[in-house]
């Protein structure tokens, strides 16, 4: 599975945007991108997947240069609910998703 | 049940007890993984049934962990002789099939959380 590198922690406020950018230099052609959300005391929640490009679904959107060496997981106008951890993973068909330690978002009032 | 379901939620073991943690998948579920979550950490893969045949294994930490799914739908996984450094969340995820790609994702249930003292 490729490694990827995602920030420990970003802080924000209500109403605002939040970008967490993944890095994921090692991906390989057939891998896809997909994030996962994580409330405290449950298990992560499917946000977005992607594989070039741009994805936009009801919850959030995911950026995709032409490298793909990297993502940008955007989460627009964001609530105190939106407070959690933000995973990024790599992979193609491989069931081992590999979580990392992931991006705790704060948003504070 | 609409999502994946583990029972118990919460469980406080004393060093050298058996425990057995229960999963529910998602009613038709195929693929059927448990995970285990240090605090702080990210969840880590442990094993993944495809209906009742356990695929993969490679993920328990040592022969103290066992998991089974013998009629392909409910999974206990079941840890003896428990030790302190089991303390951690234990995640049951169900997946409709093992292909992950364009949406056929993985659902997590909320886990049950062990404390070894």
């Known amino acids: 599975l490729a490694k990827t590198t995602q920030p420990i922690s970003m802080d924000s406020y209500e109403g605002q945007e939040v970008n967490i950018t993944c890095s994921h230099n090692?991906?390989?052609?057939?891998?896809?991108i997909t994030w996962y959300q994580q409330f405290p005391s449950q298990g992560p929640r499917f946000i977005i997947q992607?594989?070039?490009t741009k994805v936009t679904n009801e919850v959030a959107s995911l950026f995709i240069p032409a490298d793909r060496k990297s993502s940008t997981l955007s989460l627009p106008r964001v609530s105190l609910s939106d407070t959690a951890v933000y995973y990024c993973?790599?992979?193609?068909?491989?069931?081992?998703?590999?979580f990392g330690a992931g991006t705790t978002v704060t948003v504070r009032a | 049940g609409a999502g994946v379901s583990q029972s118990p939620r919460y469980k406080v073991a004393k060093r050298g007890q058996d425990v057995a943690l229960r999963c529910d998948p998602i009613?038709?579920?195929?693929?059927l993984f448990w995970y285990q979550q240090a605090l702080g950490q990210g969840p880590e893969f442990l094993t993944y049934?495809?209906?009742?045949?356990?695929?993969?294994k490679s993920g328990l930490p040592s022969d103290r962990f066992f998991a089974e799914r013998p009629e392909g739908s409910v999974s206990t996984l079941k840890i003896q002789r428990t030790q302190q450094e089991d303390s951690a969340v234990y995640l049951c995820?169900?997946?409709?099939?093992?292909?992950?790609?364009?949406?056929?994702?993985?659902?997590f249930g909320e886990g049950s959380w062990l404390t070894v003292v």
């Open positions: 995820a169900s997946s409709l099939s093992l292909d992950l790609l364009q949406g056929n994702t993985i659902y």
């Open positions: 090692n991906i390989a052609t057939n891998d896809y």
């Open positions: 992607g594989y070039k």
């Open positions: 993973l790599v992979g193609d068909e491989d069931y081992k998703l590999s």
């Open positions: 009613s038709g579920h195929v693929s």
């Open positions: 049934f495809q209906n009742e045949a356990q695929l993969d």
